[in-house]
């Protein structure tokens, strides 16, 4: 399976934007790239996916580089509440089955100081 | 509407014994996967139920066992509990989907403490 690298922890402050990479540079044509967050206390969520278009919903951005190598989650305005753990994750759409299940790394741990 | 429950919150056992996790999909959903959590680690695939049979498998001895009702509801069941075994048992449920694109949502999880 194709991995991916994160920093293991970043800071930022509150009410400012916040940029969290990924690198996948194994990356295949049909992965997927998905970014899901563990709260703490709580289990994972989902928060944005996409494959070669930048993406946006309510939550965050997902910046996709060009030979989609790696990638960046954008939190636009931090909060308190958005202090967790990001996860970066690859699925292959093309996969059948096999593209259910979600491999985890140890993501990047977010600190926000108000 | 109610999302993924998971039941019990906390559970204490000793080495040897057994025990069973149980899990509530999401309404509407009927594909369910367990995880476990170590601490400070990310969580790692056990195994996946759709249309009552295990789906797909990850690196788990057999001791990890699970099964999936009717109503699409979960459990878990770990025999021979190890001290290892110690850790947040995460449930997600999906939509059945040949692309692997499917949401998952996750529960609170149940905290084993293997003692």
């Known amino acids: 399976d194709a991995k991916t690298t994160q920093p293991n922890s970043m800071e930022s402050n509150e009410e400012e934007p916040v940029h969290l990479p990924c690198n996948h540079s194994?990356?295949?044509?049909?992965?997927?790239i998905h970014w899901y967050r563990q709260l703490p206390s709580q289990g994972p969520e989902y928060v944005i996916h996409?494959?070669?278009?930048?993406v946006n919903n309510r939550m965050a951005s997902l910046a996709i580089a060009e030979d989609r190598k790696s990638s960046t989650l954008i939190l636009h305005r931090a909060t308190l509440r958005d202090a967790a753990v990001y996860y970066c994750?690859?699925?292959?759409w093309g996969s059948g089955n096999a593209g259910n299940m979600l491999t985890f790394g140890g993501g990047t741990r977010l600190m926000v100081k108000p | 509407d109610a999302g993924v429950t998971q039941s019990p919150t906390h559970l204490i056992k000793t080495r040897g014994q057994q025990v069973t996790l149980r899990c509530s999909p999401k309404?509407?959903?009927?594909?369910v996967s367990w995880y476990q959590q170590a601490l400070g680690q990310g969580p790692q695939f056990i195994f996946q139920?759709?249309?009552?049979?295990?789906?797909q498998r990850g690196n788990f001895p057999d001791r990890f066992s699970g099964h999936q009702f009717p109503n699409y509801s979960s459990e878990l069941n770990v025999n021979a509990l190890l001290l290892g075994d110690s850790a947040l048992y995460l449930c997600?449920?999906?939509?059945?989907?040949?692309?692997?694109?499917?949401?998952?949502?996750f529960g609170a999880g149940t905290r084993l403490s293997v003692l």
């Open positions: 997600a449920s999906s939509l059945a989907a040949t692309t692997g694109l499917n949401i998952q949502y």
């Open positions: 309404s509407g959903h009927d594909t």
């Open positions: 139920y759709y249309e009552e049979e295990e789906r």
């Open positions: 194994t990356i295949s044509g049909t992965d997927y």
């Open positions: 996409g494959l070669t278009s930048n």
């Open positions: 994750i690859l699925r292959d």
